[in-house]
């Protein structure tokens, strides 16, 4: 779907965030400004976050009640194992879900934007990553804020399964 994600009405938002977990642009800028300040004191509680993996905020001003922060790769060109740790944020967020029994999951395209990832293979990685994953989360929205990358989720979406 496209639209704002700080606005979506699911137990879980997860902010596609940088390691220092200290707040930036995109939709990391957009979660905090909607969060409010009370978020960036409970990450500066969390000591950071590796690439690939997630960790859990309360929602704050949110109306998720929880944000699951985590940290796409860099796109460097796609030999340095960007897809592997791109599958993994999807991963480790849908576990961190899991741990708050979230039973709605909203995610941005994670690395698309300042991270340079290439929208239909990011969203080839989500949508096959997600469809595998085992959890007890029950509906997933994938929310693009512009039309391209929500023609790209589309796109692969379609897709037959394989
Ligand atoms: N709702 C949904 N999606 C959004 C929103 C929003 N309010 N704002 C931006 N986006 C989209 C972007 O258009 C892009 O499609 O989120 C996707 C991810 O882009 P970025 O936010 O740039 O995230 P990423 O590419 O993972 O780069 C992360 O950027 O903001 C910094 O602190 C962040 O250093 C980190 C880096």
Redesign the pocket.
């Known amino acids: 779907m496209k639209?704002?994600?700080?606005t979506e009405q699911v137990d879980v938002v997860v902010n596609?965030?940088?390691t220092s977990l200290l707040?930036?642009?995109?939709?990391?800028?957009?979660i905090h400004r909607a969060a409010g300040p009370g978020l960036l004191e409970a990450c500066r509680l969390l000591g950071g976050c590796a690439t690939g993996q997630a960790k859990t905020t309360a929602g704050f001003d949110l109306p998720a009640r929880w944000i699951v922060h985590t940290v796409?790769p860099v796109w460097s060109g796609g030999d340095r194992g960007e897809a592997e740790l791109l599958a993994s944020c999807y991963r480790e967020s849908l576990a961190r879900a899991d741990e708050v029994g979230a039973a709605t999951v909203a995610f941005?395209?994670?690395?698309?934007?300042?991270?340079?990832?290439p929208v239909e293979a990011a969203a080839r990685v989500a949508v096959t990553t997600v469809r595998a994953a085992v959890t007890t989360v029950e509906v997933v929205r994938f929310?693009?804020?512009?039309g391209s990358?929500r023609i790209a989720y589309e796109r692969v979406l379609d897709e037959p399964l394989p």
């Open positions: 639209g704002d994600i700080t596609a965030a940088n707040g930036g642009g995109g939709v990391d800028g957009a796409g941005p395209a994670i690395s698309t934007g300042v991270y340079g990832y929310v693009c804020f512009d990358t």
